[in-house]
């Protein structure tokens, strides 16, 4: 139930849409009472008395009725649905809102294929149980007792003859509802499984064609499909048991209710237009029963949607994304003590990282692959917080500064260059909104980029594609730079950012990022080793520690690791 009284929670945002839509609704409900009345008259009093001046006026009022129910319907119809969308955006513009504050950490865990599934079936189904509960269960319910006084009223025996099914039919669906929560559980887990399989094929589709793995990869689609068969079988397995029994109850109310009626009516005590009347009511008594079953499929599989919603919307945010300190002057001076971090608690990724980077100083990180280098750039944004040792900037603990200021004022290129499907301008702009073109240009020229995008039909009107796929890895990278090179941060982090560029392209580009770097502290991971030679501070990172440190000259003088990547990397 506590789930559930969340979800009835966010109708609160629209009192006055709910409050006309439910006031509809029961005056739709009351008026169901109008057809059962006009049957009776229309038998007792015109049909069997006679009354012939009745029948017209009977008539055109049952008419009118109906046709202002159906009036009423339309726009009751209308305004849920404009209820349900307004519902629907609210939960999942928060549902995302709440996504871009957790941690980079939960991402490592939690495949896009589940996350785009809360977000675009659970939502939905969320606030489906809302407008289902105005529209539907509240009205079924008023219309179901309305009616049923409306017969004790005309005849208490006939009532309850009427209404003998009912406490089994209760009963029944009961049991089921408890029974289907985790079924339906299953098959939306079921779903979310399927659609994250489906958006890693996606995604890797040049994979899967390059190495003709299509056989396999269908395999594996199959029996995630399957398993959504077998699972959502299982739901409908349970209401293909229930549902045609709880009908045989309510119908057979009409037979037992007819034949009561009958043998009152042969023995006088009843008139024949109650019975005609009740078979009338009947429809509307028993048609909230109808709609158990879809009911129940949308509470159940709504309750489970809104549990999966809610346990992300119930996670702890990303700590100090907008508070803490923000000062007013960063210099760019860099002190890591004795610093550690664990992805996993058995087998640290980096530990006693020690190393000071003055203003202005260039930092190259180098070593084998796995070695921690991305892990202490990933330190330096705070995607990852330190579980050892500490981080100093300008002297302040990395862990009491904004993570929103510690970003603004750093510049990032990551190994994997990404593009969002928009236009290269709005791609540029992330860096700095407020960017004029020719700031744009400048920037594209100091990362060499400048020739290819002129070259382009739209220029920086044109839409990268998804993740990029318009552009070479070279390109993408180049756009990386000069994205971050726009944002003109005091703090550069470049990790493999010359990976993908050719050597002439990477001397070009190494021109302009010696440019950057004169007034500014960068930290440069390369495999690339020429890139990093004119450093001013080298560190050789080997199994998460710091083996050595220096300056190029000195560094391969000792004949150590560094030594050993720089001949590796000549006989490359």
């Keep these: 139930m506590a789930v559930l009284k969340r979800v009835f929670q966010l109708v609160l945002h629209y009192p006055g849409r709910a409050a006309t839509s439910l006031t509809m609704a029961v005056l739709c409900t009351v008026l169901v009472l109008v057809l059962p009345t006009v049957t009776e008259v229309l038998v007792t009093e015109v049909m069997k008395k006679g009354r012939s001046e009745l029948l017209f006026k009977t008539a055109a009022f049952g008419v009118g009725a109906i046709f202002l129910r159906q009036v009423l319907f339309t726009l009751r119809t209308y305004g849920n649905n404009a209820l349900e969308q307004r519902l629907i955006h609210d939960l999942r513009k928060k549902l995302y809102d709440k996504l871009q504050r957790l941690p980079i950490k939960w991402f490592d865990t939690n495949s896009s294929g589940e996350i785009m599934s809360r977000v675009a079936s659970d939502v939905p189904s969320t606030d489906r149980v809302i407008v289902e509960t105005i529209d539907q269960t509240i009205p079924a319910i008023l219309q179901f007792f309305i009616m049923a006084g409306w017969m004790f009223y005309k005849s208490w025996e006939l009532a309850l003859v009427t209404l003998a099914p009912l406490p089994i039919i209760g009963l029944i669906t009961t049991l089921y509802s408890r029974r289907a929560e985790p079924r339906w559980r299953e098959s939306s887990e079921a779903s979310a499984a399927l659609n994250a399989l489906l958006h890693d094929n996606l995604a890797g589709i040049r994979q899967i064609k390059a190495y003709t793995v299509e056989p396999e990869a269908l395999d594996r689609f199959d029996a995630a499909s399957r398993h959504v ?184 290129v990551t190994q994997e260059s990404f593009l969002f499907n928009t236009t290269l ?148």
């Design 229 to 412: 068969g077998e699972k959502h079988m299982r739901v409908m397995k349970g209401q293909a048991l229930v549902w045609p029994g709880v009908s045989l109850l309510a119908e057979s109310g009409i037979i037992l209710m007819l034949a009561f009626g009958a043998w009152s009516v042969i023995n006088g005590k009843m008139d024949v237009g109650v019975p005609m009347a009740f078979l009338v009511a009947w429809g509307f008594l028993f048609d909230p029963i109808s709609r158990i079953n879809a009911l129940t499929q949308i509470y159940v599989g709504g309750k489970v949607a809104a549990k999966r919603v809610f346990d992300i919307l119930d996670l702890p945010d990303e700590v100090n994304i907008t508070d803490g300190e923000r000062p007013a002057e960063f210099k760019g001076r860099v002190e890591f003590q004795d610093a550690g971090f664990s992805y996993d608690p058995d087998s640290p990724a980096v530990q006693g990282i020690t190393l000071i980077a003055e203003p202005g100083m260039t930092v190259a990180l180098v070593g084998p692959t796995g070695a921690g280098k991305s892990t202490v750039l990933n330190l330096l944004t705070r995607f990852y917080e330190t579980d050892r040792g500490r981080i100093l900037l300008d002297g302040h603990p990395i862990e009491s500064l904004s993570k929103e200021w510690l970003r603004d004022h750093t510049g990032y």
């Design 425 to 572: 301008r709005d791609n540029l702009r992330l860096a700095k909104p407020d960017a004029t073109d020719d700031e744009i240009w400048s920037a594209l020229d100091n990362a060499n980029a400048a020739s290819f995008v002129r070259e382009l039909p739209e220029k920086l009107d044109t839409f990268a594609g998804e993740r990029g796929v318009r552009f070479s890895g070279g390109e993408k990278q180049r756009l990386s730079i000069a994205r971050a090179l726009l944002k003109n941060p005091p703090l550069l982090l470049l990790d493999e950012a010359t990976s993908a560029l050719d050597n002439e392209t990477e001397r070009l580009v190494q021109q302009a990022l010696e440019n950057l770097r004169a007034d500014r502290t960068s930290f440069v991971i390369a495999h690339r080793l020429s890139t990093v030679r004119k450093a001013d501070l080298i560190c050789v990172l080997q199994d998460g520690k710091l083996v050595e440190w220096g300056k190029h000259e000195e560094l391969q003088s000792r004949g150590g690791l560094y030594s050993r990547l720089c001949e590796a990397s000549i006989r490359e």
